[in-house]
């Protein structure tokens, strides 16, 4: 089945630590984003990444960081800078960069901060 | 900016009552607009999507029909059932950008 693989579901996490948030898809897609989402909020750009080890800001990048090695994986680390991480993460792709293309989504990671 | 506005929920209705959740957009041209619903601790699925003025997307019982006079997008459908229950997201992609932009989210509750 093709699709968007996050992994863990959920991530606790300590204060101070980095933590990596895995997405993989195989879908053969070009673009990969990256979102948080929070209580009564809609979803936020963290990152984004139109080709292989390329990738730009997103509006809440402070505090993330990203890579992308290859086309299939886009991982996400929460630094110890990001003040307010507990959150629920989802990252998208989409086939192309083209007006007309819709993003598909992951199930989500949870991060939690203890 | 590019923006996009969705009405505040929750939305409470009886089953086969009929919907509406408004969506107006701001943005420079002619994006393309997008309804994602996500039900309870999972990930968004495309539900329609628009691509011109006056395009009606479908799916599932539901229709959203871009309206450029008034710049908006509201989801429609006309009979709701209990596994409609969902936070449906509002998003629109412009011209010359990257990346989809999305409204805050309105908590649709369909009881029997």
Redesign the interface.
């Known amino acids: 089945d093709g699709g968007i693989t996050q992994s863990p579901k959920y991530l606790f996490r300590k204060e101070g630590q980095n933590v990596t948030l895995s997405c993989e898809q195989n879908l053969n897609h070009d673009a990969m984003y990256w979102y948080r989402q929070d209580p009564g909020q809609g979803l936020r750009l963290i990152y984004y990444s139109q080709i292989v080890n390329d990738f730009q800001k997103g509006d809440i990048a402070e505090g993330y960081s990203v890579s992308r090695e290859k086309k299939e994986s886009f991982p996400l680390t929460v630094t110890s800078a990001q003040k307010n991480p507990t959150a629920f993460y989802l990252c998208a792709s989409s086939a192309d960069r083209g007006l007309y293309t819709e993003a598909f989504f992951g199930q989500g990671t949870r991060l939690t901060v203890v | 900016g590019d923006s996009?506005t969705q009405m505040e929920g929750p939305v409470t209705l009886s089953e086969e009552a009929f919907l509406t959740i408004n969506c107006t957009y701001t943005a420079t041209g002619y994006?393309?607009l997008?309804w994602?619903v996500q039900y309870p601790?999972?990930?968004?699925?495309?539900l329609l999507?628009a691509?011109k003025a006056d395009d009606k997307g479908s799916n599932k019982g539901f229709e959203a029909t871009y309206r450029k006079e008034t710049t908006s997008f509201h989801l429609e459908k006309g009979s709701v059932q209990v596994s409609d229950s969902a936070v449906y997201?509002c998003a629109l992609?412009?011209?010359n950008t990257?990346?989809?932009i999305?409204?805050?989210?309105t908590r649709l509750q369909v009881f029997p």
């Open positions: 996009v994006p393309s997008f994602y601790g999972e990930g968004l699925q495309l999507k691509t997201f992609k412009a011209r990257d990346k989809l999305f409204g805050t989210g």
